[in-house]
């Protein structure tokens, strides 16, 4: 998976949208206001993507290009690395999994209107 993939697979998630709230080198997706990804656009060969806690832990062990999140709440970001031995499947599995952590945490009638747009 390379950028241009990466973001027009976020892209197509209902209710995302895409900006630069931390400056022109780092390109944020969020579903209402809130952040599921982050990609630098100088490194752009990893993501940061939120994630269960005792996820997180488990794929760090199992995945060498799965590190802690650079520059985030380390028990709930992990930073992947998108070229290593990463699938695109586990690639879109833990930017699927980030973007419903982040659905499951709004309110219900936030939930609602996202699920409206499917």
Sequence with gaps: MN???LRDY????PGV???FPFGEETLVFKIA???FLLIGLTDANRFNVKCDPELAIELRERHSEVIPG????KKMWNTVYMDGALTNKELRD???HSYEQVVKSLPKKTQ???AALQ
């Design 10 to 13: 976020c892209l197509q998630k």
């Design 3 to 5: 950028i241009e993939e």
């Design 33 to 35: 206001e809130k952040i």
């Design 94 to 96: 833990m930017i699927d």
């Design 112 to 114: 609602a209107e996202i």
């Design 17 to 19: 949208t895409e900006g």
């Design 70 to 73: 650079y520059h985030m709440n």
